[in-house]
């Protein structure tokens, strides 16, 4: 899966992702987006006044974080989890905090923002 910007599956700025009140707070939700051969798999994660999204790719793996039940978030709701290996990240920064990625790795960005009650790509 290509998660870079020139990735021609990444949806253009001012996409409309879905509304606001479609993600519970905390709560998270993931999209996908295919063009030709390329793919591009996002989230976004909203806790209270924050609303960040990043790019579907584990840093250490490669592979999406939600595996088969399409959860990003840990029981608690606190941090974002790898289903693949347990990493778990923050959701503020996506800095890795726990697993077998190196605590420097970081999730890869996804600038998301709310226009009219609506998430879009930023």
């Given at each position: 899966m290509r998660d870079a910007e020139d990735?021609?599956?990444r949806p253009p700025t001012g996409?409309?992702?879905?509304?606001l009140d479609e993600i519970a707070s905390p709560g998270s939700?993931?999209?996908?987006?295919r063009e030709g051969d390329a793919m591009f798999a996002g989230?976004?994660?909203?806790?209270?006044?924050?609303?960040?999204?990043?790019v579907d790719s584990c840093p250490h793996a490669g592979w999406p974080l939600a595996g088969f039940a399409g959860r990003y978030l840990t029981?608690?709701?606190d941090l974002i989890l790898c289903a693949g290996h347990?990493?778990?990240f923050r959701i503020e920064d996506g800095g890795c905090v726990a697993g077998p990625c190196p605590t420097s790795a970081r999730l890869t960005p996804?600038?998301?923002?709310?226009?009219?009650?609506?998430?879009?790509t930023a």
């Open positions: 990735n021609p599956a996409t409309v992702l879905c509304g939700k993931g999209f996908r987006w989230f976004v994660v909203r806790k209270g006044e924050t609303l960040v999204g990043y029981r608690d709701n347990a990493a778990l996804w600038p998301v923002t709310v226009r009219d009650g609506q998430i879009v």
